[in-house]
């Protein structure tokens, strides 16, 4: 079995910060992309970062120059440092990983189960 385990959400003020981690943990062989996704009540989920086994980036448009997403290899874990949080920040943040377990030459697609981020005003 394979876990993604989130940890950091919570509630901050207009313009504060967070830092949320995930950590992959279980049978994994190897894991590519790691990033993370949100979904706000009423609206799609979407990309809001993610970074390859090889430390190539993407962002979205909305948080280029306030989040920084970082990976550390050895431990499995994605982390996401979210400055000048804005209240349309405000959603259900979660952890994805594109990884290969050790039994199977697939890779299969795994997501954590949500931490909350909510952005006061």
């Known amino acids: 079995q394979v876990q993604l385990v989130e940890s950091g959400g919570g509630l901050v003020q207009s313009g504060g910060s967070l830092r949320l981690s995930c950590a992959a943990s279980g049978s994994i062989f190897s894991i590519n992309a790691m990033g993370w996704y949100r979904q706000a009540p009423g609206k799609q989920r979407e990309l809001v970062a993610d970074v390859t086994s090889g430390g190539s980036m993407k962002y979205a448009d909305s948080v280029k120059g306030r989040f920084t997403i970082s990976r550390d290899n050895a431990k499995n874990t994605v982390y996401l440092q979210m400055n000048s949080l804005k209240p349309e920040d405000t959603a259900v943040y979660y952890c994805?990983?594109?990884?290969?377990?050790?039994?199977?030459?697939?890779?299969?697609?795994?997501w954590g189960q949500g931490t909350q981020v909510t952005v006061s005003s």
């Open positions: 994805h990983a594109n990884l290969r377990r050790t039994s199977s030459p697939v890779e299969y697609s795994y």
